[in-house]
């Protein structure tokens, strides 16, 4: 049962130009959710992340997107580096929850 | 910098086998995950302690599984007669809180020959 989805398993980006990864969740009792970061061979660093009370939430280049309606979010970088180039994992959880439920990952390229 | 740490960070086990993952939480942190990433897939949630505590242990086997977060020491994720399925990585996560973001270690590469 997947509660949060990425459904788009790679994304390619001209540097300089905007990155949008998204995710798709099922559950309507998740109210936090993040954004991390994974490169091969390493652990998933954490990025961002919104509270259900927002629709936004920035961070220098990165901003997060939540649509509680169409429950979707969407994280946005610009502009995009050559460091960016990853694999970019949304999670989601609840506060009364124990865990958080991670999508499969978009692996981003982002071409110099 | 005092991260989150596991070791081995590779692990070769024959099947059959006994496995012992560790892993040791950022420095204040009392609440600890572990993740299962199977190759090509997401993490998996397979269990989340406290201090001397399972909390929920859903996402684990419930056979040849069992983890450990002891007073003193790292938590220890242990997979007994390990098989071939078992191959994966391991992730450890640390958190100060519940549902608070989680904190990754670099996890542990296990291989089963």
């Known amino acids: 049962d997947q509660q949060v989805k990425q459904n788009s398993p790679s994304l390619s980006v001209q540097e300089g130009r905007i990155s949008i990864l998204n995710c798709d969740y099922t559950?309507?009792?998740?109210?936090?959710f993040l954004w991390y970061k994974k490169y091969p061979a390493e652990g998933p660093t954490f990025l961002i992340s919104?509270?259900?009370?927002?629709d936004k939430n920035e961070d220098g280049r990165f901003t997060v997107f939540l649509n509680k309606s169409a429950k979707h979010l969407s994280l946005h970088i610009v502009p995009s580096q050559p460091g960016d180039s990853a694999v970019y994992f949304c999670?989601?959880?609840?506060?009364?929850?124990?865990?958080?439920?991670f999508g499969s990952g978009t692996k981003l390229n982002v071409k110099p | 910098n005092a991260g989150v740490m596991q070791n081995p960070r590779h692990l070769v086990r024959r099947r059959g086998q006994e496995a012992r993952l560790r892993c040791s939480p950022m420095?204040?942190?009392?609440?600890v995950y572990w993740y299962r990433q199977l190759p090509e897939e997401g993490l998996k949630f397979m269990v989340y302690?406290?201090?001397?505590?399972?909390?929920?242990e859903s996402g684990m086997p419930k056979e040849r599984f069992s983890a450990e977060f002891p007073k003193e020491g790292p938590s220890i994720l242990r997979i007994q007669q390990v098989v071939r399925g078992d191959s994966a990585a391991y992730f450890c996560?640390?958190?100060?809180?519940?549902?608070?973001?989680?904190?990754f270690g670099p996890g542990t590469r296990l291989t089963v020959t």
């Open positions: 996560a640390s958190s100060s809180d519940r549902g608070t973001e989680q904190y």
């Open positions: 559950n309507s009792m998740f109210d936090y």
């Open positions: 919104i509270s259900s009370i927002k």
């Open positions: 999670a989601a959880s609840a506060r009364n929850f124990n865990k958080f439920y």
């Open positions: 420095k204040g942190h009392s609440h």
């Open positions: 302690l406290q201090k001397e505590n399972i909390i929920d």
